[in-house]
């Protein structure tokens, strides 16, 4: 993929590994990956299950540590901050999607994605309500803003997902198999709705997914076996 030149680094992970050790038994999840996101750019990280993909994007995404290598956002070493900072950076500039939405079962449509900024601190009542309003409309629910999650389908709550995921106005996406608890209807709106929101907020999006007619419509997709990322 040839880079524009206004496109820059954003995200860069060097040489990340990650062990898990067992009652003495080590099991080498990650074994070196060395990755590069770059500002306005949907990549794809396919893979068979038990590649690694999902334990690098949780490192990625600062949820879990590697047990060697480094991860730079705009330059900054992710950990080296302290957990605090690593938490306001979280918040602010990611957004997260699973495959199981993950939504706070007993909280509305409008709590779940009014969550996110509301802890923040930095938004007053009358912004929240307004932003929140705007994406649950956008995303097709402002009419079940005041249903709670175990009562939308299984489609509506990953919408959901994709207005609290997008509240912050991150800079990069992170989404772990989002459409593969969904049928096939269900899912292409899903994706559709995401790399639209994607657009918009000019962020960047990275995906792990098993799905190769999904990776196809990346701009990027890179391939993950046995811990490693295949150079092609």
């Not at 860069?12 to 990755?35: C, F, N, P, Q, R």
């Not at 750019?41 to 290598?69: F, N, Q, W």
């Not at 307004?130 to 009562?151: A, P, Q, T």
């Amino acid at each position: 993929m040839s880079v524009d030149n206004e496109r820059r680094i954003l995200l860069k992970a060097e040489g990340i590994s990650k062990d898990y050790v067992e009652s003495s038994v080590v099991t080498h999840v990650l074994k070196g990956v060395d990755l590069d996101i770059y500002t306005d750019e949907m990549v794809a990280v396919i893979g068979s299950s038990g590649s690694g993909k999902s334990t690098l994007l949780h490192i990625l995404g600062t949820l879990d540590k590697p047990t060697r290598g480094n991860v730079y956002f705009n330059g900054e070493n992710l950990f080296k901050m302290s957990g605090r900072a690593r938490d306001y950076f979280r918040n602010h500039h990611l957004g997260f999607v699973y495959q199981f939405h993950h939504l706070l079962s007993d909280f509305t449509s409008y709590e779940n994605v009014a969550f996110p900024l509301m802890i923040s601190g930095e938004y007053t009542k009358a912004q929240i309500d307004e932003r929140v309003k705007y994406l649950l409309d956008r995303v097709g629910l402002g009419h079940r803003m005041n249903h709670r999650s175990s009562e939308l389908s299984g489609g509506e709550r990953q919408r959901v997902a994709i207005a609290r995921a997008i509240a912050n106005k991150p800079m990069l996406i992170l989404a772990d198999e989002p459409t593969g608890n969904l049928d096939f209807r269900s899912a292409g709106e899903v994706f559709d709705l995401l790399t639209e929101l994607r657009a918009e907020n000019h962020c960047s999006m990275l995906v792990v997914t098993h799905d190769r007619e999904l990776a196809k419509r990346f701009e990027r997709t890179c391939e993950m076996s046995d811990g490693l990322i295949k150079v092609k």
